[in-house]
């Protein structure tokens, strides 16, 4: 009987991940907020990776289920000008690198809450619409964005 109990207590540890090290159950990532596209959305067409300067965006495309890179990852985004207006010379996409990277430059969004909008897509993942919202004028901002692995796909 006790042995029988001891199976129970460790699948039971195992299937929860409750046996692990905390540096282990830490390798899970909390998912980017989906955040609305807003009124001034409209497809992104133009690949490039700079459509300004003055402001250097970077971080890495992760998947919620491991912490691990998401390369390949299509990354839009769009934003008000130094004006406060939106202009398609400021709306992209480029695709995220082998380590899940992205960078590009641009100009300060001069709206009344500065704000970028993004929308991500890759293989095996759901679709992300967030934002990045700032509060003050900077030159470099790092925002990582973390997807939910699509229902019925798992990480290889």
């Given at each position: 009987?006790k042995?029988?109990?001891?199976?129970?207590?460790?699948?039971?540890?195992?299937?929860s991940?409750a046996?692990?090290?905390?540096?282990?159950?830490?390798?899970?990532?909390?998912?980017?907020?989906?955040?609305t596209?807003?009124?001034h959305?409209?497809?992104v067409e133009?690949?490039?990776?700079?459509?300004?300067?003055?402001?250097?965006?970077k971080?890495?495309?992760?998947?919620?289920?491991?912490c691990q890179?998401?390369?390949?990852a299509?990354?839009?985004?769009w934003?008000?000008?130094?004006?406060?207006?939106?202009?398609d010379?400021?709306?992209a996409?480029?695709l995220?690198?082998v380590?899940?990277?992205y960078?590009?430059?641009?100009?300060?969004?001069?709206?009344a809450i500065p704000?970028?909008?993004?929308?991500v897509?890759?293989?095996?993942?759901?679709?992300?619409?967030?934002?990045w919202?700032?509060?003050?004028?900077?030159?470099?901002?790092?925002?990582?964005?973390?997807?939910?692995p699509?229902?019925?796909?798992?990480?290889?």
């Open positions: 009987m042995s029988e109990l001891f199976t129970v207590v460790i699948g039971a540890l195992v299937i991940g046996w692990l090290p905390d540096t282990a159950q830490a390798q899970r990532c909390q998912a980017t907020p989906r955040m596209p807003g009124t959305y409209k497809p133009t690949q490039r990776t700079n459509v300004g300067q003055g402001l250097l965006i971080g890495r495309i992760l998947s919620a289920l491991d890179p998401v390369p390949g299509r990354i839009a985004h934003q008000a000008n130094s004006n406060g207006v939106y202009v010379a400021l709306r996409w480029m995220s690198d380590k899940g990277g960078r590009f430059n641009t100009e300060w969004p001069a709206a704000h970028i909008h993004f929308i897509s890759a293989d095996g993942f759901e679709t992300l619409s967030t934002q919202v700032g509060d003050g004028t900077v030159e470099e901002i790092t925002f990582n964005i973390v997807l939910r699509a229902p019925g796909h798992a990480r290889q």
